[in-house]
């Protein structure tokens, strides 16, 4: 198995930046902002044919109040995973008391633990880093991490004992279906994402935008293999004042595209609103599968649900395909009834036909109800065939296709829905008109051709005159 390498410190040391730099990626969320980083992110690492596991842990030992005691029970758990512990001070703050706190917890644990001086450019580093020997654990690795500075030395100290990997390509596994968990803040998907794993994975607190980077979570459940991914609650644009806040909503658009199916998470009390209909949109632009589900169902009032299912009803008309759950993610109600829907998301969004087959639909649909007439001439739709899935794709080609009306396009699409029995993933027809070879091409003849030709139309019209006397 591969080692487990677990960033530890206080906030504001740089352990996201220097995840980033093990792991050769962006994947974590940087700013000069502390606490930044709240749950634990895992990523993959490679150096000199060493494969590990390097987890990105928030801050601790600042404070044991509201959200803090959240985060630090996060990196405790990391801790216990770990194999290997990086200890990270900041060179430039000095030794704080909250890091000799941490030593001290750490000491306990028996685990190979390492102590990392980052942000050693621009100071003097034997006087910055003489005081941090009082903690007892060796001399401090230098890193810059902003820099990239001191990084391979400081991987090849830290991964001195572990054996290189004999067969490496034996670690590219599949990561399974990619299930994004989307909405607004507060809407409960952190929740959601804890009662879907059966553990508290990511920290759930009652506060808007506890969740600030999306969070790739692998696990398995009935012998299939699943990606979860958490990601940070998107408000109204107008809203978004903070930079922090900005990059987590782009984060959450990517993780959003990245995903095989959406699940989008509604509050039931506060209603539908126009952002959670601006959501599902950039789920349809991206033609990702989709599952809705309407959190906090539990403790409202007959009057309440009933007011809420026909908001639903008519807020959600123009996704009819996509299936509608009522859920409490905090009690468990209604929660593994979401898998069966996503199953049959992905296996639809993943539609395989023969182009034979498509054909053969496309005729007999064009035969129950012909297209329109364009300009005087019906369009003639010929053959089909898949362009692409997730969503699945159908090309149509024929003539004069590309200017079908919307209303037949749909048409064409809720046929294809019922007859291969597709739910929760949008379905897009492409049309392709057939090219004229001839187009624009000029008539070549010869002079004898011409004169022939010109004789016949001179005969046509004495024909044509003394027949109108």
Same mark, same amino acid.
């Given at each position: 198995?591969?080692?487990?390498?677990?960033?530890?410190?206080?906030?504001?040391?740089?352990?996201?930046?220097?995840?980033?730099?093990?792991?050769? !990626?962006?994947?974590?969320?940087?700013?000069?902002?502390?606490?930044?980083?709240?749950?634990?992110?895992?990523?993959?690492?490679?150096?000199?044919?060493?494969?590990?596991?390097?987890?990105?842990?928030?801050?601790?030992?600042? !404070?044991?109040?509201?959200?803090?005691?959240?985060?630090?029970?996060?990196?405790?758990?990391?801790?216990?995973?770990?194999?290997?512990?990086?200890?990270?001070?900041?060179?430039?703050?000095?030794?704080?008391?909250?890091?000799?706190?941490?030593?001290?917890?750490?000491?306990?644990?028996?685990?190979?633990?390492?102590?990392?001086?980052?942000?050693?450019?621009?100071?003097?580093?034997?006087?910055?880093?003489?005081?941090?020997?009082?903690?007892?654990?060796?001399?401090?690795?230098?890193?810059?991490?902003?820099?990239?500075?001191?990084?391979?030395?400081?991987?090849?100290?830290?991964?001195?004992?572990?054996?290189?990997?004999?067969?490496?390509?034996?670690?590219?596994?599949?990561?399974?279906?990619?299930?994004?968990?989307?909405?607004?803040?507060?809407?409960?998907?952190?929740?959601?994402?804890?009662?879907?794993?059966?553990?508290?994975?990511?920290?759930?607190?009652?506060?808007?935008?506890?969740?600030?980077?999306?969070?790739?979570?692998?696990?398995?459940?009935?012998?299939?293999?699943?990606?979860?991914?958490?990601?940070?609650?998107?408000?109204?644009?107008?809203?978004?004042?903070?930079?922090?806040?900005?990059? !987590?909503?782009?984060?959450?658009?990517?993780?959003?595209?990245?995903?095989?199916?959406?699940?989008?998470?509604?509050?039931?009390?506060?209603?539908?609103?126009?952002?959670?209909?601006?959501?599902?949109?950039?789920?349809?632009?991206?033609?990702?599968?989709?599952?809705?589900?309407?959190?906090?169902?539990?403790?409202?009032?007959?009057?309440?649900?009933?007011?809420?299912?026909?908001?639903?009803?008519?807020?959600?008309?123009?996704?009819?395909?996509?299936?509608?759950?009522?859920?409490?993610?905090?009690?468990?109600?209604?929660?593994?009834?979401?898998?069966? !829907?996503?199953?049959?998301?992905?296996?639809?969004?993943?539609?395989?036909?023969?182009?034979?087959?498509?054909?053969?639909?496309?005729?007999?649909?064009?035969?129950?109800?012909?297209?329109?007439?364009?300009?005087?001439?019906?369009?003639?739709?010929?053959?089909?065939?898949?362009?692409?899935?997730?969503?699945?794709?159908?090309?149509?080609?024929?003539?004069?296709?590309?200017?079908?009306?919307?209303?037949?396009?749909?048409?064409?699409?809720?046929?294809?829905?019922?007859?291969?029995?597709?739910?929760?993933?949008?379905?897009?027809?492409?049309?392709?008109?057939?090219?004229?070879?001839?187009?624009?091409?000029?008539?070549?003849?010869?002079?004898?051709?011409?004169?022939?030709?010109?004789?016949?139309?001179?005969?046509?019209?004495?024909?044509?005159?003394?027949?109108?006397?």
């Amino acid at each position: 198995m591969k080692p487990v390498i677990a960033l530890i410190g206080r906030p504001n040391v740089g352990k996201s930046t220097l995840f980033n730099q093990i792991t050769k !990626s962006r994947d974590a969320l940087v700013a000069d902002f502390a606490g930044l980083t709240r749950d634990r992110k895992y990523g993959d690492a490679t150096y000199q044919n060493k494969s590990f596991i390097v987890v990105d842990t928030g801050g601790i030992g600042e !404070s044991e109040g509201g959200i803090d005691n959240y985060m630090a029970e996060q990196s405790k758990t990391a801790i216990n995973e770990a194999d290997i512990i990086i200890f990270v001070v900041d060179a430039r703050a000095g030794l704080l008391a909250s890091d000799e706190q941490i030593a001290r917890e750490l000491r306990t644990l028996g685990k190979k633990i390492y102590l990392v001086a980052n942000k050693v450019d621009g100071v003097h580093a034997e006087a910055a880093l003489v005081e941090f020997y009082k903690l007892g654990m060796g001399e401090p690795l230098q890193v810059a991490a902003s820099h990239g500075r001191g990084i391979q030395q400081m991987l090849e100290d830290v991964l001195a004992e572990v054996p290189e990997d004999e067969n490496p390509e034996e670690h590219d596994k599949d990561t399974g279906l990619r299930l994004a968990i989307i909405g607004r803040p507060n809407v409960g998907k952190s929740t959601l994402v804890n009662r879907l794993l059966g553990e508290d994975r990511v920290v759930a607190f009652d506060q808007p935008g506890t969740t600030r980077d999306s969070i790739y979570i692998p696990f398995e459940r009935e012998g299939r293999k699943y990606t979860l991914i958490d990601t940070a609650g998107v408000r109204r644009k107008g809203k978004v004042d903070e930079m922090i806040e900005k990059f !987590s909503i782009v984060k959450t658009l990517q993780a959003m595209k990245d995903a095989h199916v959406v699940v989008v998470v509604v509050d039931a009390r506060e209603g539908i609103v126009e952002q959670d209909l601006h959501l599902i949109g950039y789920a349809l632009e991206a033609g990702r599968a989709m599952v809705i589900a309407i959190n906090k169902w539990d403790n409202m009032s007959e009057y309440d649900r009933k007011q809420c299912k026909l908001d639903v009803e008519r807020r959600f008309d123009f996704i009819p395909w996509a299936k509608i759950h009522l859920i409490s993610a905090l009690h468990g109600t209604g929660v593994g009834d979401l898998y069966p !829907s996503i199953h049959r998301a992905y296996e639809s969004a993943n539609l395989k036909v023969s182009p034979a087959k498509l054909t053969q639909i496309l005729s007999d649909a064009t035969e129950a109800h012909q297209p329109p007439m364009i300009s005087g001439r019906r369009i003639k739709m010929r053959y089909a065939h898949m362009g692409g899935q997730n969503p699945p794709t159908i090309v149509i080609h024929g003539n004069k296709v590309d200017k079908t009306p919307a209303d037949y396009r749909r048409y064409l699409e809720n046929v294809f829905r019922k007859v291969y029995k597709l739910e929760g993933t949008p379905v897009r027809i492409d049309f392709k008109t057939s090219e004229n070879p001839f187009e624009g091409r000029k008539s070549q003849v010869d002079e004898r051709t011409a004169a022939r030709r010109r004789r016949y139309i001179q005969k046509f019209k004495k024909a044509e005159k003394k027949f109108n006397r």
